[in-house]
Each structure stands twice: as C-alpha cells, then as structure tokens.
C-alpha cells in the first residue's frame, strides 16, 4: 500500500555534509508528518527528525542544530540536510511516514523502505 525509498547517502569525513531525499507513494492521504529514522546492526531504529504537513519539525538531541528536515517541492517527497556530520551519525536511514497527533508525539504506520547508508569517517 506504501512505497518509501531513500537517497542520498554516501561516505564522509567527520564535519562533512550530506543531503538525503525520500518519496512516498501510496495509500498515505491520510498521514500528515514524514520523518527520518537511523538504525546501526545490532541496535534500534532510532527517531531522527520528523516534519508535518504545515511545516512543523522536531529533532533527537543529538541531531540538533546540525540537521535540517523539510518537506520537497514535489508531493511526499522530504529530505534531511545533514551538516557537520560526526562519526556516531553512522547508520542506515530510513524514510518514514505517520502522524503526529494531539501536540508533538510522532507516530508511524510501520512502512519502511530499504534505506540509505550513511558513512562518517573520523
């Protein structure tokens, strides 16, 4: 029913930057927030960034300042803008689609694409 796939991803040295990008196709008209995930083997699919429909964000502490999620000019489509990157960003990311609902909670609807590996060298 949802089609999410990711791009961008690539290897870089510590205080790089990357610029990753996702669509979404599918039943989705009725979820208003996208969002980013990243996941290391062996441990959790970690929340990121999440943005909604009217433009409203939220970050991890640990992303803060330093990322930049927005919605794309084209429908369903997002992308994460990745500055000063540093080696604990390593991870595959994953494009997300979900709700946030009665205030700033962001929840999923468990669709995921095949993600986007992102390498930082120290």
């Known amino acids: 029913q949802v089609q999410l796939v990711e791009s961008g991803g690539g290897l870089v040295q510590a205080g790089g930057s990357l610029t990753l990008s996702c669509a979404a196709s599918g039943n989705i008209r009725t979820m208003n927030a996208m969002a980013w995930y990243r996941q290391t083997p062996g441990n959790q699919r970690d929340l990121v960034a999440v943005v909604t429909n009217g433009d409203s964000t939220q970050y991890a502490d640990s992303v803060k300042g330093r990322f930049t999620i927005s919605r794309g000019s084209a429908p369903n489509t997002m992308s994460l803008q990745m500055d000063s990157l540093k080696p604990e960003d390593t991870g595959v990311y994953y494009c997300?689609?979900?709700?946030?609902?009665?205030?700033?909670?962001?929840?999923?609807?468990?669709?995921w694409g095949q993600g986007t590996q992102v390498t930082v060298s120290s």
């Open positions: 997300n689609i979900g709700f946030v609902l009665g205030g700033t909670s962001y929840r999923s609807v468990n669709y």
